[in-house]
């Protein structure tokens, strides 16, 4: 593994050159904020409008829309929603310096050939691993969130510098960063995200509620168990791993862990995780979710209400109004 850290970055390929961001969402604006208060020139590019552009306007950002925003530039960060980076990207790509540099922060569109960069350009990933809000966050208090670098595309030898100096300028560089490829940061970043963090995680816990609820159990009761409580385990593996959890949790959790466990996710569950792989790494499951856009999302937006509509979101959002301490 080649992880690198501030020491390894020389931030002055990036001095007096101009930094355009493209997208002011979870990324883009802690990208921006960071990169600023780093001292490097930044320019954001947004739909003229568009609600974000009032929103980095009044924190102090020089905002042009993206043709204009990326003349000069001598990195342009797409940060935008993964599906609307090739019609953003095609509708930039004449205004683009020669030799200037793309970066991604995640390696969809470019893995999935949605985004097809002219040779003169560098084409790098920056992928912070963790969300846009924790970027800031760590940066204001002097840390960072790890991040990993990948190079696609090194027209002119200076790639990987220009991008390690990025990831100094938005804090990852204090964290480490390491070194992966567009095709590993991507198929594991969805596996992840598909298998276990989003996917994996919330189906778990509905599972367990509708199981706790159906054999007669109160829902609130329930609730308290599988989802509110969960906050409290991820907390403990976060910051020691499985001996971390093991030392805090009681005996008798600890060994119903271990002897059921591996009853829930069993066999099937790992053959249904090697399936999900699969489709993510023969482009099925990307095939399908561009689909899903072009088509206007309709499955998307009913498989979304279905979540939303649950009797799990119904006492979860009764019970953590009683809990003021929580941000909703
Ligand atoms: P987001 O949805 O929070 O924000 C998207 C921004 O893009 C908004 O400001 C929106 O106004 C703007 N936008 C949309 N269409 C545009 C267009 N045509 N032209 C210009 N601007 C446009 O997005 P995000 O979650 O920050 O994701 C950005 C990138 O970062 C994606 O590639 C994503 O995979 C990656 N990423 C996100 C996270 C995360 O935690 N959210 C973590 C790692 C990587
Ligand atoms: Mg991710």
Same mark, same amino acid.
């Given at each position: 593994?080649?992880?690198?850290?501030?020491?390894?970055?020389?931030?002055?390929?990036?001095?007096?050159?101009?930094?355009?961001?493209?997208?002011?969402?979870?990324?883009?604006?802690?990208?921006?904020?960071?990169?600023?208060?780093?001292?490097?020139?930044?320019?954001?590019?947004?739909?003229?409008?568009?609600?974000?552009?009032?929103?980095?306007? %009044?924190?102090?950002?020089?905002?042009?829309?993206?043709?204009?925003?990326?003349?000069?530039?001598?990195?342009?960060?797409?940060? &935008? +929603?993964?599906? !609307?980076?090739? %019609?953003?990207?095609?509708?930039?790509?004449?205004?683009?310096?020669?030799?200037?540099? *793309? =970066?991604?922060?995640?390696?969809?569109?470019?893995?999935?050939?949605?985004?097809?960069?002219?040779?003169? *350009?560098? !084409?790098? *990933?920056?992928? +912070?691993?963790?969300?846009?809000? =924790?970027?800031?966050?760590?940066?204001?208090?002097?840390?960072?969130?790890?991040?990993?670098?990948?190079?696609?595309?090194?027209?002119?030898?200076?790639?990987? $510098?220009?991008?390690?100096?990025?990831?100094?300028?938005?804090?990852?560089?204090?964290?480490?960063?390491?070194?992966?490829?567009?095709?590993?940061?991507?198929?594991?970043? *969805?596996?992840?995200?598909?298998? !276990? =963090?989003?996917?994996?995680? &919330?189906?778990?816990?509905?599972?367990?509620?509708? &199981?706790?609820?159906?054999?007669?159990?109160? +829902?609130?009761?329930?609730?308290?168990?599988?989802?509110?409580?969960?906050? =409290?385990?991820?907390?403990?593996?976060?910051?020691?791993?499985?001996?971390?959890?093991?030392?805090?949790?009681?005996?008798?959790?600890?060994?119903?862990?271990?002897?059921?466990?591996?009853?829930?996710?069993?066999?099937?569950?790992?053959?249904?995780?090697?399936?999900?792989? &699969?489709?993510?790494?023969?482009?099925?499951?990307?095939?399908?979710?561009?689909?899903?856009?072009?088509?206007?999302?309709?499955?998307?937006?009913?498989?979304? $209400?279905?979540?939303?509509?649950? +009797?799990?979101?119904?006492?979860?959002?009764?019970?953590?109004?009683?809990?003021?301490?929580?941000?909703?």
């Amino acid at each position: 593994m080649q992880m690198y850290s501030e020491a390894d970055v020389d931030i002055s390929c990036l001095q007096d050159k101009q930094v355009t961001i493209l997208g002011y969402g979870s990324q883009g604006r802690a990208h921006a904020l960071n990169l600023k208060d780093s001292g490097f020139n930044v320019v954001v590019g947004l739909r003229k409008g568009g609600a974000s552009w009032s929103k980095a306007v %009044a924190d102090g950002l020089t905002v042009k829309e993206p043709a204009e925003a990326v003349r000069g530039a001598t990195i342009i960060a797409f940060l &935008t +929603p993964d599906m !609307v980076q090739k %019609a953003l990207y095609e509708s930039i790509d004449s205004e683009i310096d020669n030799g200037a540099t *793309l =970066l991604f922060a995640h390696g969809f569109a470019v893995h999935f050939k949605q985004v097809a960069p002219r040779s003169d *350009l560098n !084409v790098v *990933l920056i992928a +912070p691993k963790g969300p846009g809000s =924790l970027v800031r966050r760590q940066y204001e208090e002097g840390h960072g969130v790890p991040c990993l670098v990948a190079i696609h595309q090194d027209a002119d030898g200076e790639a990987l $510098n220009l991008a390690l100096a990025y990831s100094a300028g938005i804090g990852g560089a204090r964290a480490g960063v390491i070194e992966t490829t567009f095709a590993e940061e991507t198929e594991t970043d *969805l596996f992840g995200e598909q298998a !276990v =963090l989003c996917g994996g995680a &919330t189906e778990l816990i509905v599972a367990g509620f509708e &199981t706790l609820v159906e054999a007669g159990y109160q +829902p609130e009761v329930a609730y308290y168990e599988v989802m509110h409580e969960l906050k =409290l385990i991820v907390d403990l593996l976060h910051e020691g791993g499985l001996r971390k959890m093991h030392k805090f949790i009681s005996d008798t959790a600890a060994w119903g862990d271990m002897v059921s466990g591996p009853r829930v996710v069993d066999a099937g569950s790992r053959a249904a995780m090697k399936a999900v792989l &699969t489709e993510i790494q023969d482009g099925t499951f990307a095939k399908n979710w561009i689909a899903e856009n072009e088509h206007g999302m309709p499955e998307f937006k009913a498989k979304m $209400n279905a979540d939303l509509e649950h +009797p799990i979101e119904t006492v979860g959002k009764d019970l953590r109004s009683r809990m003021d301490w929580l941000q909703s």
